[in-house]
């Protein structure tokens, strides 16, 4: 359950954008119950074993509280928070259920004194009918103060790995060790030159010349934002059959598409590469369709978001590990909001080594036109925790309101959403 209050959300718009956005993710909306002030939506998750689930919403437009979410579901939890920071009007206002549970876990802890761990007693039979009891070693309560200058935190249900904003200790949660490889971006932008930054991309495109002009920004916030980085090398095998046609190449100009890693340059090569390709290859009618065996070594330095919800907008970001130094908390701002880390590196890892395999399965598929067999061999190394500084930057235009993410290291702009066209 989380409560937002003083954003000016308008709740027969909010049905109508979360169902919507709903659907776009799969879900199928079994049943919709609505109310003067309030709704109610029975979901239904995809896949064949997807259970049914709701959210209740009521209240005011500058008093909504939300239901029926569990604390884990973090996919419906953005879905409701992305929801609500487009329709509101006054974004600033705007707290998630995680900022908000953290607040509630420190205000307990300032007045309520710490409860004796109470002994282990037996399970009464009533209790033993209802869960039968679980062999498994005790949970370590989160740390509520710095392991190294005893400096009070505040740890949420998500985080994994946090780091002291006083002294820059960083440890994992569950276990207190010291995480050692930390490092950072510094950031080189002050509030105006971010503003500046996402006006020229508000701007960006022939359809929205004067976009800039019109819109109003509303908030200026500095996040360092935690990415796990891992050094990995990759040898795939592969077999298959050329001389079929042009799919190697159709292949190849797909994944310069979309490649998010590669620049606007080497993109435009590859699709010239890949029609020049095509073209010579449709010209030889006689062509006889040839085996392929061989293998292909790759070397990777790969960045993961290590938080699981918040930024959408960041589809990938390339970080500069050139510009890295060592973390130092009194390199960041204070008035910069610090995200602790989501994603511990065995997690990292795991979602790593899979993107790695999918990207040598995509480059494998561009040598042949049929591939056959394909057999990536991934090897990871040791991660690093790097906190990177990101400006978020919100404006409203006609009403509508977005949000442009700009790299306070590069001054680069990391997505963000715009206007399709420039509003008459």
């Known amino acids: 359950m989380a409560r937002y209050q003083g954003m000016g959300i308008d709740t027969k718009a909010l049905l109508e954008k979360m169902k919507s956005s709903m659907e776009k993710q799969g879900y199928k909306i079994e049943r919709v119950l609505t109310g003067e002030t309030s709704f109610l939506i029975e979901y239904k998750k995809p896949g064949m074993l997807g259970a049914k689930e709701t959210i209740g ?123 050692r490889r930390h490092s950072m971006l510094e950031n080189h932008l002050f509030t105006p030159q971010a503003v500046e930054t996402a006006q020229k991309y508000m701007d960006k495109g022939i359809f929205r010349a004067g976009v800039a002009r ?67 290859e449709s010209q030889q009618k006689d062509r006889q369709p040839t085996s392929v065996s061989s293998s292909f070594s790759s070397h990777y330095v790969w960045p993961i978001l290590a938080r699981k919800t918040l930024l959408s907008e960041i589809s990938y970001y390339d970080v500069p590990v050139a510009r890295k130094i060592p973390f130092d908390v009194g390199r960041i701002p204070s008035e910069a909001e610090f995200l602790n880390t989501e994603y511990n590196e065995e997690e990292a890892k795991t979602k790593v080594k899979s993107e790695i395999d999918a990207k040598e399965r995509l480059i494998a598929s561009g040598k042949v036109d049929n591939l056959e067999t394909c057999s990536p061999s991934v090897s990871i190394g040791e991660g690093e925790l790097v906190h990177v500084p990101v400006w978020f930057v919100q404006y409203s235009v006609k009403s509508e309101n977005y949000v442009i993410l700009v790299d306070g290291s590069e001054g680069k702009v990391l997505g963000g959403g715009r206007p399709l066209v420039k509003f008459s």
């Open 214 to 280: 019109d819109a109003r920004i509303t908030a200026v916030k500095l996040r360092f934002i935690p990415f796990w980085i891992f050094p990995a090398n990759a040898t795939t095998y592969f077999s298959g059959m050329t001389g079929r046609g042009i799919m190697g190449e159709l292949r190849q100009a797909q994944e310069a598409l979309t490649d998010k890693r590669a620049s606007t340059l080497s993109k435009l090569g590859k699709l010239v590469g890949a029609g020049i390709s095509a073209y010579m």
């Open 57 to 179: 919403v009521k209240g005011s437009p500058d008093d909504l509280l939300i239901s029926g979410i569990r604390e884990d579901n973090e996919e419906a939890w953005f879905i409701v928070e992305d929801n609500l920071i487009t329709l509101a009007k006054n974004p600033q206002a705007f707290k998630s259920h995680t900022e908000q549970a953290a607040a509630a876990q420190a205000m307990l802890k300032s007045v309520t004194p710490a409860a004796p761990i109470a002994a282990e007693t037996s399970p009464t039979p009533q209790e033993l009918t209802v869960a039968p009891p679980r062999v498994e070693s005790p949970r370590r309560p989160p740390p509520s103060k710095c392991g190294k200058c005893s400096a009070p935190l505040s740890v949420t249900q998500e985080d994994l790995i946090i780091t002291c904003r006083y002294c820059g200790f960083t440890m994992a949660v569950a276990s207190g060790e010291e995480i």
